[in-house]
């Protein structure tokens, strides 16, 4: 008895030595992340251009020697597979390379350093680690800002066999308590897309306007039009809105009436036929415009971003995680009006999407003073980790 006392008492000590020194390896991983992260946040990459951040990105992969290794995927775009040791489901883990273009610069506004070397770290657990089912994957997307990365990498990744079951991102949140998780239900973003209407008249002296063909009236009737369509709620199935970012008549020149214009408006909706719907009302409705006055239309489209859709079970092995490793969180009560490009990734994989708490005195995202909080990385390392090794 005594010595089976002894026995336990020995585990025991051993467990706990274990422990501390698992709990001193993720310190030296963690700092080692922050320190990443400030190499990576010295070199900010706007969309397309992302070359030193995926030379970096690279160099940090090569260490941790993966299976799979593809690079230069959609422009930039990077993906690194590690084998488990045994047959199951496939885990892709997304971040994004690209900073933002703002007056001053190049800058990492958004925490897309952060994300990588959240990554980057994960990178280094799962080749020392191979106890878990399936292969994981990291993913690094470029031209993320600009919503062309991600469809650009799926291309590429399909002519290459590569393809995932589950698919899983987040982002740093602002506004929300530091390190709490947010999820999703259903949809996490809108869906949204650029719309230019151009219109094409003629131009008139200034002090015979009777003889232009101008696209002023159609211009501010369509925007109004749009703007109206904003509240008429029975006419979609969810939530819908336009937004009139930019409006170009002519050119500077007091002499002359103008002969063209520009129309440009983002809009936006959480269901993908809703969207559609919009664009087809506005642009009959244009279209109707510039036959009364006379006017040549031509309409394009730019950045184009379906809806973001989250999965109940993807979700659930999200909000596992957080539950075990005693996280606080919530799930969000309406989804993000803006849009993400996660969605290209999201079509064929069970999929989540979620937020964690950049800390409710930090700037927005996007805006000068904004700084990425590094105690983030040790959360989404423990939800990462335990979604991997307990699925």
Known sequence: MNN?????????????????????????????MIEIRGELHLIPEYSHKEEKTAALVTKYLKETSPDYLYTSIGGHGIIAGYQGESQ???????????????????????GHDGHMAILLGLSKIV?????????????????????????????????????????????????????KVVLHQGVYAAGSVGMELFFKGSPSHAASPEKAVSPYKPIFETANYMHELNSKRELFTDF????????????????????????????????DKDLDKLCSLIEGYAS????????KLTTSYFDRFPATLNDAQANKMVERAVIENHIEYEYAKTPEKGSDDFAFFAFNATSSYFDIGNGIETKD???????????????????????????
């Open 88 to 110: 199951g489901a496939s885990l892709m883990f997304r971040c994004e390379l690209d900073a933002i273009m703002t007056e001053k610069g190049c800058n990492h506004l958004c």
């Open 288 to 295: 109707e415009k510039a036959l009364e006055n006379g006017l």
């Open 365 to 391: 995202l996007h805006q000068q003073g904004y700084k990425f909080s590094d105690q983030i990385m040790e959360t989404a390392l423990v939800i990462y980790r335990s979604i991997i090794y307990k699925n």
């Open 240 to 271: 819908t809105l336009g937004t009139v970012v930019n409006i170009s008549l002519g050119d500077v020149n007091y002499g002359v009436t103008p002969g063209e214009g520009y129309l440009r408006m983002t809009l936006r909706s959480f269901v």
């Open 127 to 179: 080749s020392k680690n191979r106890a878990f089912s399936g292969t994981v994957w990291l993913l690094f997307q470029p031209a993320e800002e600009v919503g062309e990365g991600a469809a650009l990498m799926v291309k590429e990744m399909q002519e290459k066999g590569v393809k995932f079951d589950f698919a899983f991102s987040l982002h740093n949140k602002p506004g929300i308590p530091l390190n």
């Open 4 to 32: 089976f006392l002894l026995l336990k008492v020995a585990v025991l000590i051993l467990i706990n030595l274990i422990g501390m020194s698992l709990q001193s390896q993720d310190r030296d991983l963690l700092q080692k």
